[in-house]
């Protein structure tokens, strides 16, 4: 894989080399860039694009305005996630958190404020 930000090859690491511990997964990483990505268990599929400490604080925030939308069963998970789709004009294979740059994080947070009639916060 290579590093979306700069385009040079990221390395491939276990969790144990990453994060000190062994978590039974593996890590893609661009040093220059500090940007990374965990995979699905001990696989080489990456759980979503690799993200910069800023992307990664993008990301953070957004599931923390979104996922109270269904974790309070407002709406079901799945319901959620279909909104997500309509409200940013996304399929279901690009409706994830984990796949999203800075400004679709920015765009998702401002619909969900949209969606819950919240102003200026
Ligand atoms: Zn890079």
Redesign the pocket.
Same mark, same amino acid.
């Given at each position: 894989m290579n #590093?979306p930000? #700069?385009?040079?090859q990221a390395v491939f690491l276990t969790s144990k080399e990453f994060y000190g511990r062994d978590y039974g997964s593996n890590v893609y990483l #661009?040093r220059? #860039?500090d940007?990374y990505v965990g995979t699905h268990g001990n696989t080489k599929n990456p759980l979503g694009t690799m993200a910069t400490p800023e992307v990664r604080r993008w990301r953070k925030a957004a599931h923390s305005i979104f996922d109270p939308l269904w974790r309070s069963r407002e709406m079901s998970r799945s319901t959620a996630y279909r909104w997500m789709q309509e409200a940013m004009g996304l399929s279901s294979k690009e409706a994830h958190i984990a796949l999203f740059d800075e400004e679709q994080c920015k765009q998702l947070i401002e619909k969900v404020k949209e969606q819950r009639g919240i102003k200026h916060v």
């Open positions: #590093c930000y #700069c385009d040079k #661009c220059p #860039c940007a």
